[in-house]
């Protein structure tokens, strides 16, 4: 729910036409990924349901290590060359987005847009991106969920309902995922 809240004010602050989801393919940050990539790309299908949103399986496509400036420079040619790209990351991401794979670049092919987990994040998430440059920081009301949580919640009762979308909680429990 907090990745939804956060997509619809977003699109609302940013004045997005579309936005992209993309389930990450092949982290290079996480060695194994916790779910199957199809279960994750099903999950996204349920939640953002809204025709603002699109989900994308680029990062399949792409194949290889998921680095995020070859996932912007591949969408990138999908659209014409006026249009303007935001990548929307939380707060706690934008903390180690100077240690990300040619983040320079990135910063030139894009907009990084970070917006606070917690509520007392956005003076310490404004000072950081100062010195990083290129990255808006907004200043959004907070959903108190973090996935490691749900995931928690799941493996001690099998409910994350609430959490995220009902279409969401039941295909988690059709396919026993999390327990």
Not at 20 to 28: E, G, H, K, V
Not at 55 to 84: A, F, H, V
Not at 171 to 178: A, E, G, V
Request: aromatic share 10%; charged share 25%.
């Amino acid at each position: 729910m907090g990745h939804i809240k956060l997509a619809g004010f977003c699109c609302e602050r940013l004045g997005l036409e579309e936005l992209l989801i993309i389930p990450t393919f092949n982290s290079p940050h996480k060695p194994t990924p916790l779910t199957d990539y199809n279960d994750r790309l099903e999950m996204c299908r349920l939640s953002f349901t809204k025709k603002i949103y699109r989900i994308s399986d680029i990062e399949r496509q792409i194949g290889g290590e998921g680095y995020t400036i070859n996932t912007l420079r591949t969408i990138k040619k999908q659209y014409p060359e006026n249009t303007k790209f935001f990548l929307i990351i939380g707060g706690d991401m934008l903390f180690s987005f100077d240690k990300w794979y040619r983040y320079e670049s990135i910063l030139k092919e894009c907009t990084v847009v970070a917006a606070a987990r917690e509520e007392d994040s956005y003076a310490d998430m404004t000072e950081y991106a100062a010195g990083i440059g290129r990255v808006k920081i907004l200043n959004l009301p907070v959903t108190e969920i973090s996935s490691t949580g749900i995931r928690q919640r799941l493996a001690d009762n099998g409910n994350a309902d609430g959490l995220v979308p009902q279409a969401v909680a039941e295909y988690i429990k059709s396919k026993n995922l999390y327990l």
